[in-house]
């Protein structure tokens, strides 16, 4: 007999790619990793990871396993998740990971509409960028993700997660003072082609979407200075240090003395931003009331 626990430390290996690492998102031991994996294959008499220079990869019948093991844990989400409506649902503690401005933008109005609506609900609120937030969810750290679309991001039809769709925002172009294009009613994406750049660090979803947004424009930005911060970004830019694209709700209540903004001409860089369960615990009642709470926010 398989045991579901050990199907969801073959997942965080899979997803992980090193034992150390799944190990740390587990908070177990790498040993204790390593010897529920010996048990696994015990049970299914197969060989189910190779270790190798760059990591544990699965194999052919790892990858077997692993299809079944995201089914056998949505179900269990589905069964935890039905238990709990059973049980009332009425009460309980939900974690949410979001990056910065999501928090302010949906989230936080979430949690003032569930004060009314279902105060036995107490929702813990994590900064975590929209990368992350999802593995977060995946190593069972948190419980909901408002995580943005990125290169790499896990697909729409993810075995492993649900996704909601929450919002999209268009980037604008800040520039700094005394731009060329400063008096432009928009700014075209290739016409910044040969200034310095600031923008995100490699890793943060803003950082893929300015990037793509340049190639598809035709060239690659000549990022000169890195920040997540967007308000660090805007002050660099009001120093002359560089042009940026910028998520629009970003520049809410910013100060904006010396940068131009303006609106990015044609088809505007766009960051999409979704909310994301394990799949099967969007079912769960209290999850669910977070999850319509996020989606009507924004309205």
């Given amino acids: 007999m398989i045991e579901a626990r050990r199907l969801h430390i073959l997942r965080a290996v899979a997803d992980h790619r090193t034992v150390t690492a799944a190990a740390a998102a587990l908070y177990l031991t790498p040993s204790a990793v390593s010897q529920q994996l010996a048990a696994l294959e015990q049970e299914t008499g197969h060989r189910l990871?190779?270790?190798?220079?760059?990591?544990?990869?699965?194999?052919?019948?790892?990858?077997?396993?692993?299809?079944?093991?995201?089914?056998?844990?949505?179900?269990?989400?589905?069964?935890?998740?039905?238990?709990?409506?059973?049980?009332?649902?009425?009460?309980?503690?939900?974690?949410?990971?979001?990056?910065?401005?999501?928090?302010s933008l949906v989230v936080a109005p979430a949690i003032t509409a569930l004060a009314h609506s279902a105060p036995g609900i107490r929702v813990r609120v994590q900064d975590a960028e929209g990368d992350a937030s999802l593995r977060m969810v995946l190593d069972r750290q948190v419980d909901v993700?408002?995580?943005?679309?990125?290169?790499?991001?896990?697909?729409?039809?993810?075995?492993?997660?649900?996704?909601?769709?929450?919002?999209?925002?268009?980037?604008?172009?800040?520039?700094?003072?005394?731009?060329?294009?400063?008096?432009?009613?928009?700014?075209?994406v290739a016409d910044l082609a040969d200034d310095p750049w600031i923008g995100p660090y490699p890793g943060n979803p803003c950082h893929d979407v300015v990037v793509l947004a340049c190639e598809y424009a035709g060239f690659q930005p000549r990022l000169e200075h890195s920040s997540d911060d967007f308000r660090a970004v805007v002050a660099l830019a009001s120093a002359a240090a560089g042009v940026a694209l910028v998520p629009r709700s970003a520049l809410r209540d910013m100060d904006l003395t010396g940068v131009t903004v303006r609106p990015v001409d044609a088809a505007a860089p766009t960051r999409r931003v979704f909310a994301a369960v394990r799949r099967g615990a969007e079912e769960h009642p209290l999850f669910a009331q977070v999850l319509a709470a996020l989606r009507k926010a924004l309205r």
């Avoid at 190779?50 to 990869?57: F, K, M």
């Avoid at 990858?63 to 009425?90: C, F, K, M, N, P």
């Avoid at 697909?155 to 731009?179: C, I, N, Q, S």
């Fill in 49 to 103: 990871v190779e270790r190798g220079a760059r990591g544990v990869r699965l194999t052919p019948a790892g990858d077997i396993l692993l299809t079944h093991a995201h089914a056998v844990l949505a179900q269990l989400e589905r069964a935890e998740s039905e238990l709990a409506a059973y049980g009332s649902g009425e009460a309980g503690t939900v974690t949410v990971a979001a990056f910065a401005t999501g928090i």
């Fill in 145 to 188: 993700a408002v995580a943005v679309e990125y290169r790499g991001a896990p697909r729409a039809d993810d075995p492993r997660l649900t996704r909601v769709p929450l919002y999209a925002e268009p980037f604008d172009a800040v520039l700094p003072p005394g731009h060329r294009l400063a008096d432009a009613a928009r700014v075209a």
